[in-house]
């Protein structure tokens, strides 16, 4: 298979019992003060609660980090000594120890990568669509165990397959075919639904699992229909207008100043994909971010900010180790994407606190950085990456 977060009251003296309106005076000064105090505890607590909802109390993510420490210098004379393309971000116990762009984002404009560059993620953005389906469960509009049959009666063993099944790829379904123009994202899930077929292995199960990315533009559809918004209207709700996010979706981000070009490895020759190819990844990955966007996304994702319970979207039909986006061992998580010239790879654990992600704009399968990545983390933290 592949591997791709008291205060006692003061002792009143008898005499002061003996003057009651020194006593009554005292009394209602401490009413008034007490109600100050629980306002201001209401309007501190009211403070924390919405700022909790966003990034803002992580650090600055924008900013160059030069290599601070042994394992964030080896990662970045080996980024280096392999010409890695793109930007990589180092964190250890919520501590920025690198942060750094590597070669050019438009070689043209003579533009380098840097922390503000944005990389289309690719499949890593899966997590977006499954923390969409942890909100609408949390609503009481899904279940984890609805099927797929109240959506999608039409696709094969409909009536079999659970949301969960959807959200671990054990449904048993591939798409072969793929649409050729696109209209609209609930269309181009119509027409995943008409053309998914049984892929062998065993729903419900992680018995012959393969990565089918038609399970979460299934998923994307039923989440447009159970709340009658687009898709990217509710990625738009959650994780910019709440999150802060800052996340941009195709095709807006193919006209960012800050988009890194995808380069073949080794030339300044672009790389670039048709129109539909971006389109059609609906729910499945056409979204952009920045390394520190996404780390603050897993951050907020694994402290609950954004589900009740991260862990309900966690859960493993073993011995598959996918689910919401995430390939999980133990307590670490690795996150891993390829589109067109992108690569995308992410390992995090200890509520998102540790982390190595590096997006890159120069990608094939000669030329990965998943296992440099994989290596960085273990050293930095001590634990084994899948």
């Given at each position: 298979?592949?591997?791709?977060?008291?205060?006692?009251p003061?002792?009143?003296?008898v005499?002061?019992?003996?003057?009651?309106?020194?006593?009554f005076?005292?009394?209602?000064?401490?009413?008034?003060?007490?109600?100050?105090?629980?306002?201001?505890?209401?309007?501190?607590?009211?403070?924390?609660?919405?700022?909790?909802?966003?990034?803002?109390?992580?650090?600055?993510?924008?900013?160059?980090?030069?290599?601070?420490?042994?394992?964030?210098?080896?990662?970045?004379?080996?980024?280096?000594?392999?010409h890695?393309?793109?930007?990589?971000?180092?964190?250890?116990?919520?501590?920025?120890?690198?942060?750094?762009?590597?070669?050019?984002?438009?070689?043209?404009?003579?533009?380098?990568?840097?922390?503000?560059?944005?990389?289309?993620?690719?499949?890593?953005?899966?997590?977006?669509?499954?923390?969409?389906?942890g909100?609408?469960?949390?609503?009481?509009?899904?279940?984890?165990?609805?099927?797929?049959?109240?959506?999608?009666?039409?696709?094969?063993?409909?009536?079999?397959?659970?949301i969960?099944?959807?959200?671990?790829?054990?449904?048993?379904?591939?798409?072969?075919?793929?649409?050729?123009?696109?209209?609209?994202?609930?269309?181009?899930?119509?027409?995943?639904?008409?053309?998914?077929?049984?892929?062998?292995?065993?729903?419900?199960?992680?018995?012959?699992?393969?990565?089918?990315p038609?399970?979460?533009?299934?998923?994307?559809?039923?989440?447009?229909?159970?709340?009658?918004?687009?898709?990217q209207?509710?990625?738009?709700?959650?994780?910019?207008?709440?999150?802060?996010?800052?996340?941009?979706?195709?095709?807006?981000?193919?006209?960012?100043?800050?988009?890194?070009?995808?380069?073949?490895?080794?030339?300044?020759s672009?790389?670039?994909?048709?129109?539909?190819?971006?389109?059609?990844?609906?729910?499945?990955?056409?979204?952009?971010?920045?390394?520190?966007?996404?780390?603050?996304?897993?951050?907020?994702?694994?402290?609950?900010?954004?589900t009740k319970?991260?862990?309900?979207?966690?859960v493993?039909?073993?011995p598959?180790?996918?689910?919401?986006?995430?390939?999980?061992?133990?307590?670490?998580?690795?996150?891993?994407g390829?589109?067109s010239?992108?690569?995308?790879?992410?390992v995090?654990?200890?509520?998102?606190?540790?982390?190595?992600?590096?997006?890159?704009?120069?990608?094939?399968?000669?030329?990965?950085?998943?296992?440099?990545?994989?290596?960085?983390?273990?050293?930095?933290?001590?634990?084994?990456?899948?």
């Amino acid at each position: 298979m592949l591997k791709r977060t008291d205060l006692f009251p003061a002792k009143v003296k008898v005499r002061w019992v003996k003057r009651p309106s020194l006593y009554f005076l005292l009394f209602g000064i401490a009413i008034v003060g007490f109600g100050t105090v629980t306002v201001a505890s209401q309007s501190h607590g009211q403070h924390r609660e919405a700022k909790d909802v966003s990034a803002s109390s992580e650090p600055n993510l924008d900013k160059t980090v030069a290599a601070d420490g042994k394992v964030a210098k080896k990662l970045n004379q080996t980024l280096e000594d392999n010409h890695f393309s793109g930007t990589a971000l180092v964190v250890k116990n919520g501590k920025v120890l690198l942060h750094e762009g590597y070669g050019k984002a438009n070689v043209q404009k003579k533009r380098s990568n840097n922390p503000k560059t944005t990389f289309p993620i690719a499949s890593t953005a899966k997590i977006l669509t499954a923390i969409l389906v942890g909100q609408s469960v949390d609503a009481g509009k899904l279940s984890y165990d609805s099927k797929l049959s109240d959506y999608y009666p039409n696709v094969p063993n409909a009536d079999q397959i659970t949301i969960r099944d959807l959200l671990t790829m054990t449904s048993g379904l591939k798409q072969s075919k793929q649409p050729e123009e696109y209209s609209n994202d609930m269309a181009n899930v119509d027409f995943s639904a008409a053309n998914a077929e049984s892929s062998g292995g065993v729903i419900g199960t992680g018995d012959g699992w393969s990565y089918q990315p038609v399970n979460y533009r299934l998923l994307a559809g039923i989440l447009m229909k159970v709340t009658g918004k687009s898709y990217q209207e509710l990625c738009q709700q959650t994780f910019n207008h709440n999150a802060k996010l800052g996340v941009s979706y195709y095709p807006a981000f193919k006209q960012a100043a800050n988009l890194a070009n995808a380069y073949q490895v080794g030339t300044d020759s672009e790389r670039d994909v048709t129109t539909v190819e971006y389109q059609r990844e609906t729910g499945t990955g056409n979204v952009a971010m920045t390394t520190g966007q996404l780390y603050q996304l897993y951050r907020l994702f694994f402290t609950n900010k954004l589900t009740k319970n991260h862990q309900d979207l966690l859960v493993q039909h073993l011995p598959a180790h996918y689910a919401s986006g995430l390939y999980g061992y133990g307590s670490v998580y690795e996150g891993h994407g390829i589109f067109s010239g992108y690569e995308s790879n992410v390992v995090v654990s200890n509520q998102g606190k540790d982390a190595v992600i590096l997006l890159s704009n120069q990608y094939d399968k000669e030329h990965s950085f998943q296992k440099v990545g994989q290596e960085a983390f273990s050293q930095l933290t001590g634990k084994e990456a899948p």
